[in-house]
């Protein structure tokens, strides 16, 4: 939840920051846009909650449950940015949801 929260904050920091560039302006606008500050913040706890995962679950049933955050992007991509999802991501979204319980059990 923290990565795919993180990839939404972020794409709402950088829409309100305007069109890229290579100035000190477009950073300045960047860094002081909250959601972008958010976006940091929510890469930051993930990493922190990743390296206790890591270290105390099989890498090989963790590591897979990232693409949950596919699923959630996905979501996300729906609800915040009013996207239209075709069938074929459907599918891909059952697929890596089968997957997961796979991986699970």
Not at 1 to 22: E, I, N, P, Y
Not at 38 to 62: D, E, H, Q, R, T
């Amino acid at each position: 939840m923290l990565l795919s929260g993180g990839q939404v904050l972020m794409k709402f920091g950088l829409t309100k920051a305007g069109d890229f560039s290579w100035t000190s302006g477009y950073f300045l606008r960047l860094f002081l846009n909250w959601q972008f500050i958010c976006c940091g913040i929510c890469y930051g706890v993930g990493s922190i909650l990743w390296m206790y995962i890591i270290k105390n679950f099989p890498f090989s049933m963790a590591y897979p449950m990232v693409s949950l955050s596919y699923v959630m992007g996905m979501f996300a991509a729906i609800l915040f940015f009013h996207e239209q999802i075709p069938l074929e991501r459907w599918i891909g979204v059952f697929l890596i949801l089968s997957g997961c319980v796979l991986i699970a059990k």
